[in-house]
T-cell receptor, first 114, second 110 residues
Framework: NAGVTQTPKFQVLKTGQSMTLQCAQD?????MYWYRQDPGMGLRLIYY???????DKGEVPNGYNVSRLNKREFSLRLESAAPSQTSVYFC?????????????FGEGSWLTVV | AQRVTQPEKLLSVFKGAPVELKCNYS??????LFWYVQYSRQRLQLLLR??SRESIKGFTADLNKGETSFHLKKPFAQEEDSAMYYC????????????FGQGTTLQVKP
């Protein structure tokens, strides 16, 4: 019963470095999402993948890229990290997009850019 | 525009007191609304959703379309209810995306 698994859990980067956050789900879900959580701003959608083979921008995509590697995996890449990208990142998934589908979240990845 | 507003950043109550966490939304049509709870440094967990009309851990929420509200209530708060609570609205684009409010921290004092 792993659900949605994210790695790494904690990471410190220097400005300008790159890194990839990995996410995998074992629930055979079709849709996957990346959110960032910042104090006082709730969760904001970075990118999503409604189904395998598709990706789309969310509310705050600048500075990020994603790859839907297969049905299970959806990675988030920071090409050149900036201090404004210091945040907690949550990967999530859902079986589908219609009414009644629930989104399940991973445990979060704490990223600090110095 | 679709939007979720949680007007209180922090709600502090004593154990045994009633709790109401406010959520207002802006949406055209029939909204699908959720409450998620996040305990300290853990993942967000679904607490309840309006279409199920369920009660989880003593919490209930009623959709009021006239007031465009989906307030979360519990008659008697427990210390273990201390957490961050997010109200969320499913986006109308049929992509499954959720629009979150800013979150309310509930602090239940002994």
């Amino acid at each position: 019963n792993a659900g949605v698994t994210q790695t790494p859990k904690f990471q410190v980067l220097k400005t300008g470095q790159s890194m990839t956050l990995q996410c995998a789900q074992d629930m055979n879900h079709n849709s996957m999402y990346w959110y960032r959580q910042d104090p006082g701003m709730g969760l904001r959608l970075i990118y999503y993948s409604a189904s395998e083979g598709t990706t789309d921008k969310g509310e705050v995509p600048n500075g990020y890229n994603v790859s839907r590697l297969n049905k299970r995996e959806f990675s988030l890449r920071l090409e050149s990290a900036a201090p404004s990208q210091t945040s907690v990142y949550f990967c999530a998934s859902s079986r589908g997009t219609g009414v009644g589908n629930t989104i399940y979240f991973g445990e979060g990845s704490w990223l600090t850019v110095v | 525009a679709q939007r979720v507003t949680q007007p209180e950043k922090l709600l502090s109550v004593f154990k045994g007191a009633p709790v109401e966490l406010k959520c207002n939304y802006s949406y055209s049509g029939s909204p699908e609304l959720f409450w998620y709870v996040q305990y300290s440094r853990q993942r967000l967990q679904l607490l309840l959703r309006h279409i199920s009309r369920e009660s989880i851990k003593g919490f209930t929420a009623d959709l009021n379309k006239g007031e465009t509200s989906f307030h979360l209530k519990k008659p008697f708060a427990q210390e273990e209810d201390s957490a961050m609570y997010y109200c969320a609205l499913k986006d109308s684009s049929n992509t499954g995306k959720l629009i979150f409010g800013q979150g309310t921290t509930l602090q239940v004092k002994p």
